[in-house]
T-cell receptor
Framework: AQKVTQAQTEISVVEKEDVTLDCVYETRDTTYYLFWYKQPPSGELVFLIRRNSFDEQNEISGRYSWNFQKSTSSFNFTITASQVVDSAVYFCALGDYNNNDMRFGAGTRLTVKP | NAGVTQTPKFQVLKTGQSMTLQCAQDMNHEYMSWYRQDPGMGLRLIHYSVGAGITDQGEVPNGYNVSRSTTEDFPLRLLSAAPSQTSVYFC???????????????FGQGTRLTVV
């Protein structure tokens, strides 16, 4: 069965601190997709990144970076020099290869204090 | 370009009432889906569709019906509302290509439903 675990329910940091959000997944598939979405206080879901299971290269986008490790079934998300605007709930999701279904983790609420 | 539009944004129902949550997208996406978001549980898939005339069940389909008569619209019907269906509902659409599965999903703004 597919499962995503985001063990950190809430994280609070002070502005400019670095913060890592953990994501551990379970799947029997050899081909799958991993996603991160951001849900700011306004409630919409914003796509951040999509990664397929054959691409373990880490990715950096501005202050955001992602570390994908198949050996530990993890897809962690790091925000460098956090800002107040980064305050949101962040969801990690596992996608099926055969369709567009996604299995979401429970989310991590990040609060960045000024 | 409106993207994915959900209506209404808020709704209060009495137990036993029925209603339809509307979802429309203007991106010509084949794939559309409905999720519900509950505290501490993330988003869970209710129903999905890979094209007009084709629908299938997701993880939590009981109590909900869907239909897909056009590419643009994917309404979600609550047959007889129950308090357990109090949730935030999200509609999503994405490009469907079996050779390039699981593309980015675009989400609507959500519908906050309360069943009393």
């Amino acid at each position: 069965a597919q499962k995503v675990t985001q063990a950190q329910t809430e994280i609070s940091v002070v502005e400019k601190e670095d913060v890592t959000l953990d994501c551990v997944y379970e799947t029997r598939d050899t081909t799958y997709y991993l996603f991160w979405y951001k849900q700011p206080p306004s409630g919409e879901l914003v796509f951040l990144i999509r990664r397929n299971s054959f691409d373990e290269q880490n990715e950096i986008s501005g202050r955001y970076s992602w570390n994908f490790q198949k050996s530990t079934s993890s897809f962690n998300f790091t925000i460098t020099a956090s800002q107040v605007v980064d305050s949101a709930v962040y969801f990690c999701a596992l996608g099926d290869y055969n369709n567009n279904d996604m299995r979401f983790g429970a989310g991590t609420r990040l609060t960045v204090k000024p | 370009n409106a993207g994915v539009t959900q209506t209404p944004k808020f709704q209060v129902l009495k137990t036993g009432q029925s209603m339809t949550l509307q979802c429309a997208q203007d991106m010509n996406h084949e794939y559309m889906s409905w999720y519900r978001q509950d505290p501490g549980m993330g988003l869970r898939l209710i129903h999905y569709s890979v094209g007009a005339g084709i629908t299938d069940q997701g993880e939590v389909p009981n109590g909900y019906n869907v239909s897909r008569s056009t590419t643009e619209d994917f309404p979600l019907r609550l047959l007889s509302a129950a308090p357990s269906q109090t949730s935030v509902y999200f509609c999503a659409s994405s490009y469907w290509d079996p050779g390039r599965a699981n593309t980015e999903a675009f989400f609507g703004q959500g519908t906050r439903l309360t069943v009393v």
